[in-house]
DNA sequence: CTAGCCTTCTATCATACATTACAGACACCA
DNA sequence: TGGTGTCTGTAATGTATGATAGAAGGCTAG
């Protein structure tokens, strides 16, 4: 083990010693070095007991925290945490000086900050279709089928998932197009087809979006700027930006825009979804570990 | 979804407020809001007494201050400081969206705007285990298997869909535990085995991880901040942060990891993954329609 | 010169707070 | 299986803290 109690002066940053020790901390001090990496450094210039309550602890974890950090006291703490952001403040504003010793801009910093824009632009373009989507969702006559091309078809796994946990009629068609007939043959008129298309825009999932659209189910898709063909058929689409400085586009984005449907149809449900939700917890309490 | 504060939000900074109004100020007042300006913003986040100290005056001056700042109480004003600096430390694109949203709290852009800020610190957390992870992932002498929970599964398949186009050896564990008796069999020393587990986590990947762990296999884990017990088990841990106002925890972080993980192994595969996604994509051709 | 008002301080109070002590939970070892 | 050490949350405690009331100072107006 590191020696306990380093010297007075904090030669390197206080952020850069908790993630080079967070290895040696216990299970729930971890816990408070990345609620306190989360949101540094304001999460340590609250009280303890909102620190606490944020890093899921109790206060007095939080001191031995600081303790082992080599601080007499949470006052002392809060007052390095304070001089060091003051200088860092008081510098070159670049975000890059956060960093740390990393002149470089750190390897995943650009992916991140891309996928932040995408993000950002996908919930402007969603905004002003969600109740339209939200309202289709939440209506327990429709029955709701998702479906996805081979890297979208684990989107649209998600949104199945969370669509579960909150309604009845809601089905995944799995890949490989064998059992896609028979998924098809029970799609009734009303009925929502949440399509997730990305380039390359693959011809069995425009198939069978053509096939539901004969039966007389309303197509929901979520694809990308470039409009996969299936914008053709669709009542509601959902464009998002998905390039990435990478040989792939992101999968982020559609990811993105499932959650933000998800919460809205939470909310359209309202009290018929918390029933269901607290049923399935109780029903899978013997398979999760406690807490 | 909880209540959203109904306290005025400045529409400008704090800072430029008191700038702007330091000439209706009292005498005693203007020496607070020098000293405020003059700290900014960590002469306000010490306490009452500490504060009006610096500002040479009297602790009742200070609340007077804050009060005609349209502020209740110290803490609310407190509140606001760590909140708007918070924000400035994350750099300018933040500010640029709080500046944005005040006017239009559209539906869905706070959930986005969380998620950006997830995003931001699992890279934080990720950068510095970055190198090791690739260079584990990019051995193309070890076997890689992909693992997750109920929800985290679609990750562990994106991770293995982006993995399988660059490299050969690379094996998705499907749900339900039927089969993982077998997959665990094939495991060698040395090899990899990527999890994802977040809350609320399950029994049966703990199992997976364990039998890997005692087949020697190294164990990377990618978890929320609340940490797996698997942390325990594994020699890289990755933990993102995945809260965000809704019923349900991020998968977004989760899957922006993943990505920027994908895009450090190419670098690291250069040239070798390079032929090999040529030649899937001629394989693919005729599944694809046109550009 | 004084009455009235504004400003600012001192002194006091209730409480939210950091801190300490304790005990249960858990894993590890004999 | 019982003992030992570590970890972590609950409860208790004294204090430091924010908040308030009231008095002293000082300015302006009449």
Request: charged share 20%; proline share 5%.
């Amino acid at each position: 083990m590191t020696g306990v109690h380093t010297s007075l002066r904090p030669a390197q940053s206080l952020q850069d010693r908790v993630r080079r020790d967070v290895s040696t901390f216990t299970e729930a001090e971890r816990r408070v070095a990345h609620a306190l990496l989360g949101e540094y450094p304001m999460a340590g210039l609250e009280t303890v007991a909102r620190f606490a309550k944020r890093a899921e602890t109790s206060g007095p974890t939080i001191l031995r925290f600081i303790n082992r950090l080599g601080f007499e006291s949470y006052a002392d703490f809060q007052d390095a945490l304070r001089i060091e952001t003051q200088a860092r403040l008081q510098g070159p504003l670049s975000r890059y000086d956060l960093l740390g010793q990393a002149n470089a801009p750190a390897a995943g910093q650009v992916l991140a900050q891309a996928m932040r824009q995408n993000i950002e632009g996908a919930a402007r373009d969603l905004a002003p279709n969600l109740p339209a989507i939200v309202d289709r969702l939440a209506d327990l006559d429709r029955k709701v089928l998702c479906i996805g091309g081979r890297f979208s078809q684990m989107i649209a796994g998600y949104l199945h998932a969370y669509l579960r946990e909150l309604r009845p009629n809601v089905r995944l068609v799995r890949d490989g197009s064998a059992s896609w007939a028979d998924d098809l043959l029970d799609v009734a008129p009303g009925d929502i087809i949440v399509v997730f298309d990305f380039r390359r825009y693959q011809r069995d999932v425009l198939e069978f979006a053509k096939g539901a659209v004969a039966q007389q189910a309303e197509i929901i898709l979520v694809t990308d700027i470039w409009y996969s063909p299936i914008a053709a058929l669709a009542q509601h689409v959902v464009a998002c930006p998905v390039s990435i400085p990478s040989a792939f586009d992101s999968g982020v984005t559609g990811l993105a825009v499932v959650e933000i449907i998800t919460a809205a149809v939470i909310d359209a449900l309202g009290p018929r979804s918390k029933g269901r939700i607290a049923t399935l917890e109780a029903l899978r309490k013997p398979f999760n570990l406690g807490s």
